[in-house]
């Protein structure tokens, strides 16, 4: 037996007890005449102290060649401390060593093992398990098993079932590039990893097991961004038998379910708003709405002078900042700078400062008199104090620019606090969406998204006009979840697969199964899926997945721990039938 | 709203209540005047009755052209049955219908949804969606999902965490064979998806989580035998601060509370055996002590007589089968010619018949009077109306051969209750397997597994008999858990790479990132890993783990729905930097 306790648990109670614990240790502090160690394990951390007065000498100097990180198996009393720690559940106590065993030594470790490391992200990445020693990530990782288990526990209470679907499936050059699997046994052939078990969980629908739901890795194998990883985490559902109503109903009660056991945070009915509806107030379909600084469209107000700019722009939009109009000329020229850095895009940034006194002074004082001005503070919402920005141009840019505008602002005004919840649900969305490359329309969601009753016929004549029965879970800025109704029959699938550029040929070799599956009964059905990773980072007050991921990759899709990927054998290659193709 | 209540709740508490139902046409019986229509879903059947007195001639019209398996929705009163079934939860009631909507028509099902089907193997595989309505397949989904659901909280009670690890890790060509996915981002290289995460949870004590568990899938590209899948579920765990006794204790909970929960099955203390022991009484490391039949050694009885087959023999060994003394002189013949299939591969069996007067009658009267045959009675346990069937020959072969006549007899005499539960435990099992055919050790667990305290010098001089700290659960004849105490310093490990053929170099490449962690404190630690399809099927009292996957793949690791795998486009593999290397 290795320990009688963990190192979280003794306190006051238990002075005078026998104890054995196990743990690394985490510092040690050699005064000559005693040591004190501290000794950690997952739950905690317990004082251990050697004395030349009450420890046998040999132990005491076996304490003083104790390095960071040995792992160590103590036995010894628990005594009262003398200087008590408040900050620590353990803080009241010590154990007093009578034997003092080195489980394993450690090599210095290549950074500190504490809440903040002096590790640079590489290191940290390259020696992970050493990484996960350290509190934060190790909460981080205790957090994801709690929010998994509150998640599934929830379905399953509200009649869920787990299907496991398979991981080697088929690859479909729609939507994203899939991971292949070459099939040993089947000569030339490849398997492909599943982007989300889309199908399955519909066929699963079509056989009759009414309420799905998995949580469950995905593959993608796109040009890595910032913070996304070529496998992620899925909480997939599907339910049969319903209109979208119900599944909003059926999520959003998980959701609420989610920050009320976890974050303890009661939430209201969450609000509804159309894609179209988030796009001209927030210029984004996933709106943080913890804050205001709503877009205010200044167009029909804004062209009746002769501001060239404004004029010719499609979209005049702006939002007021609140209490930035004592911001300097330097500080908005940076504003400005910020706006046309090529991340953004935008030509240029009018502003209108709202004095306290309820003046205006604005950049386009040549053009606008205090009138105007003040119908422009009057839309956006602009307070005295207040600092109106107004973008211009192509209504799509500008909206996407003067979100991003919105978002920094939110950041630097500290807007976006990470201990309030602000869910809402984003719904009809367009079905399809345009490619301005190609000129060909692909599905916003997926080819599986059932157009909004009566808009079938709209395909032929507007197709970007066709609303779909597709809807996001948007919390704090953030799509956490995204999903569909479903069609559930094989001619408007069959319409839709048509529409998407596939030939009947195509469709029927990569999905005739679902096409089948559809002649044999399918019943209305449509669900939902979160992104694991994402979800629990925000619950977590964080934004960033990868610190929610036990052995992340990086950005070039290595993981540098075990450095994979890798060169396999010859003798591998030749068994699966493969050559490498390499131009050199 | 598609249903005010499901197809499995209502009975006669509402009666006169409107409802509205969704579901399939299980069957129809059309008396003319009179027609009925089951409808069904995943939670049960309701009867629908349509009649010319109380219906509307439209809608009875209507339901004349239902057929098998048509998605309706119908509206209507719930009515007291003329002639209840008392069979079925909703057998008191039925529904008057007053709205009638098919959601979807369906062509006739390619076999019927049916406990008894017509469907053979093949065609209910390709048609899953539909094998997936009938009762039996969809009851073990969801007592799948009900016994994972119990291994969770059992767990999380426990105190484990759930942590996820990657499923694209790198290739390591020990053990069975890799299935291994191209990385195009990183030219030439390739990802291998996990045999199991065996590495990883043991970074994850490491790295301190202390105790560890994932419900995971695991990959094996295998020639396949019947009923192994290429894909396949484990309940992977791990504990740190343990020795072998910690976490048979904490499986063996796990295990009872399962038998308990789930088959309302109250468990002794289990069993443990050792390897030896259990080659010895049962010829076979995963024993099924459900029913006696144990091996009785004679070769230190046998040998005193002329009989050369036994002289020569290395074991002579028998069972006893109960009330078998009467089979007649063809029915022991045939027991002769199965013992010498060249599956099973005896040469020939000896018997004994012990008759109810006390008197003994055998093969072998030639050699051996009856005072030596009253002697194996003794040894074999046989009682007057026993017959003793006795195999010879080399120890290791003999005992198999011996396995499976005990096995085969069992079954015929329906020893093999599937309501019963006999769990074991098997331990120290052998650390090193003479490979036959390259005269190579090769670990029998897997390279991590440690050497038993005192036993690595060994290594050197009789590797054959170095025993591990590793073990097995067995339950009915099958091995449904099986892991060991790791090793946990860097030059054990060492070593061991080094007797299973490893250079340093090999060792390194492949698993230098676990020899480094190693040095940064690694603590004691062990686990176990259940294969979920085959624990599932069991407590399911069944054995074919086929019958609990929802999608499984055939013989030929095929998902013969999808038609999976399948060739890909030359794009996608000049993208990956491959060509197809195929000898026509």
Redesign the interface.
């Known amino acids: 037996?290795?320990?009688s306790h963990t190192c979280g648990e003794l306190n006051a109670s238990h002075i005078n007890k026998e104890v054995v614990l196990?743990g690394?240790v985490q510092k040690t502090r050699d005064k000559g005449f005693v040591i004190w160690v501290d000794l950690?394990?997952?739950?905690g951390i317990t004082q251990l102290v050697f004395d030349e007065e009450r420890t046998d000498s040999a132990i005491l100097e076996k304490a003083r060649t104790l390095g960071r990180?040995?792992?160590l198996q103590v036995e010894g009393k628990v005594i009262e401390r003398s200087s008590k720690n408040p900050n620590l559940s353990t803080g009241d106590i010590e154990i007093l060593v009578t034997k003092l065993q080195v489980?394993?030594?450690?090599?210095v470790?290549p950074f500190t093992i504490e809440d903040k490391t002096d590790g640079g992200e590489d290191l940290r990445m390259k020696?992970?398990?050493?990484?996960?020693?350290r509190n934060p990530v190790?909460q981080n990782?205790?957090f994801?098993?709690k929010v998994?288990?509150e998640v599934?526990?929830y379905l399953?209470n509200q009649g869920f079932?787990?299907?496991?679907?398979?991981?080697?499936?088929?690859?479909t050059?729609e939507g994203a590039?899939?991971?292949?699997?070459?099939?040993?046994?089947?000569?030339?052939?490849?398997?492909?990893?599943p982007q989300s078990p889309q199908?399955?969980k519909q066929?699963?629908m079509?056989?009759?097991?009414?309420?799905y739901f998995q949580i469950v890795?995905c593959?993608r194998?796109e040009?890595?961004r910032a913070d996304r990883q070529?496998?992620f985490?899925q909480i997939d559902c599907e339910m049969a038998?319903?209109?979208q109503d119900?599944i909003l109903k059926a999520f959003e009660g998980l959701t609420r379910h989610l920050l009320l056991e976890i974050k303890g945070v009661q939430t209201a009915e969450f609000p509804r708003l159309t894609y179209d509806e988030a796009m001209k107030r927030f210029g984004n379909d996933k709106p943080d709405i913890r804050f205001g600084m709503e877009f205010g469209e200044l167009t029909e107000v804004a062209k009746h002078r002769d501001f060239n700019v404004f004029n010719s722009s499609e979209l005049v939009a702006g939002i007021s900042i609140p209490g930035a109009a004592q911001y300097t000329r330097k500080e908005i020229d940076q504003l400005i700078d910020w706006v046309r850095r090529p991340q953004i895009g935008a030509k240029g940034m009018v502003y209108v400062k709202c004095n306290e006194d309820g003046s205006y002074k604005s950049s386009v004082d040549k053009f606008y008199n205090q009138e105007d001005l003040s119908q422009w503070a009057k839309i956006t919402g602009a307070q005295p104090g207040d600092l109106i920005c107004i973008l211009s141009g192509d209504t799509a840019e500008t909206r996407t620019q003067l979100s991003a505008l919105r978002m920094e602002m939110a950041e630097r005004l500290g807007l976006r606090n990470p201990k309030e919840f602000a869910p809402l649900w984003i719904v009809d969305f367009p079905l399809l969406e345009l490619d301005e490359e190609t000129g060909n329309y692909h599905a916003m969601h997926h080819p599986f998204t059932s157009p909004k009753p009566g808009q079938l016929e709209l395909l032929e004549t507007d197709p970007a006009a066709v609303r779909a029965n597709a809807y996001d879970l948007v919390l704090n800025g953030n799509e956490i979840g995204g999903g569909s109704i479903r069609i559930?029959?094989k001619e408007t699938q069959a319409t839709m697969f048509r529409h998407l550029g596939f030939t009947p040929e195509e469709a029927k070799a990569q999905f005739?199964?679902l096409m089948d599956?559809?002649?044999?009964?399918?019943?209305?059905h449509g669900g939902i899926a979160f992104g694991l990773d994402r979800l629990v980072a925000i619950l977590g007050g964080q934004e960033t997945i990868r610190d929610f991921?036990?052995?992340p990759?990086n950005n070039?899709?290595?993981?540098v721990?075990?450095?994979?990927?890798?060169?396999?054998?010859d003798a591998?290659?030749?068994?699966?039938?493969?050559?490498?193709?390499?131009q050199s």
Not at 206 to 211: A, E, P, T
Not at 517 to 524: E, L, S, T
Not at 556 to 559: F, I, Q, T, V
């Open positions: 037996m290795y320990r196990s690394w950690r394990d997952r739950y990180e040995f792992v489980l394993n030594e450690s090599l470790p020696f992970r398990y050493l990484d996960i020693r190790k990782l205790i994801r098993s998994t288990m599934r526990n399953t079932i787990e299907v496991e679907t398979p991981y080697l499936i088929k690859s050059p590039r899939d991971f292949v699997v070459p099939s040993r046994m089947n000569e030339g052939q490849f398997y492909a990893l199908t399955f066929l699963l079509v056989g009759g097991l009414d309420k890795k593959f194998d040009d890595l070529p496998e985490t038998f319903v209109e119900d559930h029959d005739g199964f599956a559809f002649q044999y009964g399918a019943p209305p991921i036990a052995f990759k070039s899709g290595r993981d721990m075990i450095d994979a990927p890798a060169f396999i054998d591998q290659l030749k068994e699966l039938n493969l050559k490498l193709d390499i």
